[in-house]
């Protein structure tokens, strides 16, 4: 902090010389008022501290129901979500950005759960600070499970650190399961990913085909009770992919009003089928925003 400021000042009495001499005094005051400006916002702007740099790891004190979707489950469909959450000196957490996720539903799923949690308050030197950790939630048919991982500073979970605290107690065959596990993940996507992935980067926006799709059929969002009942209306939008087939697969949420609207619009948009995209006359996969509004009529 202390060589931040000595910058800053040393920037700022260059500033004062040059623009004293070229500008007169009032261009002087104006630049003594943005440099003060900014020093302030750069000075409050406080850090997220890793678990590993905090005075103790914080607990949980409460925390919501973690569900599995009806869709997936039914399916027989498992799945995975990583995510980097951020908690305030509260102890209220929110999620910062979704590093890895399996499916849509699995993702909305974590993400309501993750942004209901309250930790204890970090600490760092005694005093109360903003935290950041990369958590996981395994969506299995046997049981869900959520776990506060520890990054390195490229947010790899898969760190000596993390390996080495989850292996401890382990029997031989738990052993031998994760180590499978681990080495699976080092080979990079799962099939299914990959081939999304493909898609993805394969895929045109719809002002690059011949003409806009249009959509054949497709169920209404369903509005959920609570929000209905308390007349909250809101807007999600979907990052969507339609495929040659003209079926609909949600890549992301790109934006929601409220967090309980997400899974209504994503079964809402995968329900829908398109019009077949097509460029120079070939079927092709198309991506576009997809918005769906939540009104009371």
Known sequence: MTLFVYRVGRFLLIGILIFGKVMGLRAVIFWVLSCIYFLNGAVGDERAYFFTELDAKPAILSEPDLFYPDDLKEKGETGNVRMVMLIDQNGKTEVSRVVESSHSLFEASARMYASGLV????????????????????FKLDGLRFASEIPNNKDNSDSLATIR???????????????????KNIGG??????????????????????????RVSGDAPEYP???????????????????????????RVTEA?????????IRCAE???????????????????????FKIQ
């Open 119 to 138: 930790y204890e308050v970090p600490m760092k030197n005694g005093k109360p600070v903003k935290a950041r950790t990369l958590v996981s939630v395994d």
């Open 165 to 183: 605290e989850e292996l401890q107690g382990m029997s031989r065959e738990e052993l031998a399961e994760r180590l499978k596990e681990i080495v």
């Open 189 to 214: 996507p799962s099939q299914d990913q990959a081939s999304r992935q493909q898609a993805s980067a394969d895929s045109f926006n719809l002002n690059q085909l011949d003409s806009v799709p249009k």
């Open 225 to 251: 009770f609570d929000l209905r009942n308390q007349g909250v209306e809101g807007l999600v939008k979907l990052l969507v992919m339609i495929q040659k087939d003209g079926s609909v697969w949600v890549e």
């Open 257 to 265: 009003s409220n967090l309980a609207f997400i899974i209504p619009a």
């Open 271 to 293: 329900s829908c089928r398109f019009e077949v995209p097509k460029k120079n006359g070939r079927p092709v996969n198309a991506r576009f925003i997809f918005p769906l509004s």
